[in-house]
């Protein structure tokens, strides 16, 4: 029996590190880009528009920089440089999906004319109407704002029914898994909770915009790109924030 959508519109997160790849695995170097990695992210979001969901992305740019990791640099520079890094995954994604035979628009927050679309809500709105993906870079265009915050005021603005969150972690915990071995998984949780136990699933700022407008939000391991495909299919996978 073929699968069905629960959602129309969805806006997938997809981490920088996603995409870099796992040395463990075999899929990438853990820095960079990872061709392996992109194809197969690339394949499922392909399989996913095939339902007839209409799909925007924003990816971070943690595969090549980290403003708020850069030391003494200043810090809004070391952000602009971050958000240069997530075009870099923008382009690289779009590239990918493109080989799929899918229709791209990359629109930047900050405007690049020559390589991107400059962001515009109506527009981008129209793109997805068409049946076109749409991947949002730059973030918001602002520093001291992250990807997950970016992720979190362009769903509001296009109406998704989901942030879909594909990180390398395949849940949210309690605590670290990779520190605590017995921490402890949860299937669905409020927004509340993630903010009054300070979860660290997206950052503050983000988890307390997906709260005040009701953004439901679907959390996920990126390591099996079919986890993508089951959670648009409102399958149990990953962590469900509502």
Aim: net charge neutral.
């Amino acid at each position: 029996m073929d699968k069905k959508p629960v959602y129309g519109r969805v806006l997938i997160k997809i981490s920088g590190e996603a995409l870099a790849g796992n040395p463990e695995n075999g899929t990438g170097s853990g820095f960079g880009l990872s061709a392996a990695m992109l194809e197969d992210v690339a394949r499922h979001i392909a399989a996913v528009h095939k339902m007839g969901v209409e799909i925007a992305v924003v990816v971070g740019g943690g595969n090549f920089w980290r403003g708020a990791k850069s030391g003494t640099m200043d810090r809004t520079r070391a952000d602009h440089m971050g958000m240069l890094a997530t075009v870099m995954n923008s382009l690289a994604l779009c590239d990918a999906l493109e080989k799929q035979g899918l229709t791209v628009r990359v629109q930047t927050a900050i405007e690049m004319r020559q390589m991107a679309e400059p962001y515009i809500r109506n527009k981008a709105v129209r793109h997805l109407e068409k049946g076109r993906i749409v991947i949002f870079g730059c973030g918001t265009g602002n520093p001291f704002f992250t990807t997950d915050t970016a992720a979190a005021l362009r769903a509001a603005e296009i109406d998704a029914d989901v942030i879909l969150l594909a990180k390398n972690v395949d849940a949210v915990y309690d605590s670290d898994p990779d520190v605590n071995p017995d921490a402890k998984k949860f299937s669905a949780i409020t927004h509340d909770e993630v903010l009054s136990r300070n979860l660290k699933v997206m950052d503050s700022t983000a988890a307390s915009l997906c709260r005040d407008n009701g953004i439901r939000i679907h959390v996920f391991g990126i390591s099996d790109p079919e986890n993508l495909i089951r959670a648009v299919c409102g399958e149990p996978v990953g962590t469900v924030i509502s």
